[in-house]
């Protein structure tokens, strides 16, 4: 059973371009959140989704970040026009539905030159 | 406002030294509390974890935490330490099954 998959590991942006981030849960989760964790710092609450629903995104950026878990396919988490500030380790987690307990992915590390 | 604090960001241990990473959270109602470690370049595992019943609780690779509920807090020991538990250590806490709060980490170097 493969754990939360997540790609690229590594992505490499100039200002302005747009990074999209995907996130492949493990078999059978329906649960997906997103997190940032700056340097030197924890993670951060991004935005929590089920299939083609956002349950909460209090935690994601008013303007340029978006998030879908369409019915089949990866999360993807879409940062438009990227600045330097973006530039942190994107880390996905799944959870079976109604559990408590989340599994990560290794993360995606974006630097925006 | 739901948060989780961890003490110390920065821990030097010797190997076979006891280790003790403290955690206070405050959260308004009913809470599961969870214990993550992070090695070097993998990705977050669980640790540990406490949903109810006896508040001390065992993990893996040693690991042990005890809520306290009067204290809010969460604490991770570990008897005696190996060169191998270097690592980033992060408290987390959540009510519902979703939005969970992570502490800021604590990084833990063990000399061998």
């Known amino acids: 059973n493969a754990g939360v998959m997540q790609n690229p590991r590594h992505l490499v942006r100039r200002r302005g371009q747009e990074a999209r981030l995907r996130c492949s849960p493990m078999?059978?989760?329906?649960?997906v959140y997103w997190y940032r964790q700056l340097p030197e710092e924890g993670l951060k609450f991004m935005v929590y989704l089920q299939k083609e629903n956002i349950i909460d995104e209090s935690g994601m950026p008013k303007e340029r970040f978006s998030a879908e878990f369409p019915k089949e396919g990866p999360s993807i988490l879409r940062i438009q026009q990227v600045v330097r500030g973006d530039s942190a380790a994107y880390f996905c987690?799944?959870?079976?539905?109604?559990?408590?307990?989340?599994?990560f992915g290794a993360g995606t590390r974006l630097s925006v030159l | 406002a739901q948060s989780v604090s961890q003490h110390n960001h920065h821990v030097i241990l010797s190997e076979a030294a006891s280790l003790e990473l403290g955690c206070n959270y405050s959260?308004?109602?009913?809470?599961?509390l969870f214990w993550y470690v992070q090695y070097p370049g993998q990705h977050l595992q669980l640790l540990l974890k406490?949903?109810?019943?006896?508040?001390l609780v065992k993990g893996i690779k040693g690991f042990e935490a005890e809520f306290i509920k009067s204290k809010f807090s969460f604490n991770l020991r570990k008897p005696s330490v190996q060169w191998s538990d270097t690592a980033e250590y992060f408290c987390?806490?959540?009510?519902?099954?979703?939005?969970?709060?992570f502490g800021a980490g604590t990084r833990l170097f063990v000399k061998a």
């Open positions: 959260y308004g109602g009913t809470v599961n």
């Open positions: 078999k059978g989760h329906s649960h």
């Open positions: 987690a799944s959870s079976p539905e109604d559990a408590n307990i989340q599994y």
């Open positions: 406490y949903f109810s019943g006896d508040p």
């Open positions: 987390a806490v959540n009510g519902k099954g979703f939005k969970t709060i």
